[in-house]
């Protein structure tokens, strides 16, 4: 499984911005995927996760209510749509693939096998 992300860049605080995360190889191995983020000096940390077979989605609290993930099944991509971004939102966005059947832990990073590389999202104030 390989993993693509982009979408990020510059955006005023309060703006909006949607990351795409495309998957190609063997994508019928995945049954969930995470959207992650990290910023200089810190640690990663969970944004949300989607299942693919269903669409249940779990989301940080800090996210909630302003962040969506959605799936295009044909396109074997998923999108992180942004709303209200905030300075603090500014990060390396990461997509990742989870091929286990069961959905044990989706805020853990050890939960995914694959990972994107990430993509920068800058939120001004």
């Known amino acids: 499984v390989q993993l693509q992300a982009y979408g990020g860049g510059l955006v005023q605080a309060g703006g909006s911005l949607r990351l795409s995360c495309a998957a190609s190889?063997?994508?019928?191995?995945?049954?969930?995927m995470g959207w992650f983020r990290q910023a200089p000096g810190k640690e990663r940390e969970f944004v949300g996760a989607i299942r693919l077979n269903g669409g249940s989605t779990y989301y940080a609290d800090s996210v909630k209510g302003r962040f969506t993930i959605s799936i295009n099944d044909a396109k074997n991509t998923v999108y992180l749509q942004m709303n209200s971004l905030k300075p603090e939102d500014t990060a390396n966005y990461y997509c990742?693939?989870?091929?286990?059947?069961?959905?044990?832990?989706?805020?853990?990073?050890?939960?995914?096998?694959?990972w994107g590389q990430g993509t920068l999202v800058t939120v001004s104030s």
């Open positions: 190889g063997r994508t019928f191995r995945i049954y969930s």
């Open positions: 990742a693939a989870d091929t286990t059947i069961n959905w044990g832990t989706p805020g853990a990073t050890g939960e995914y096998e694959y």
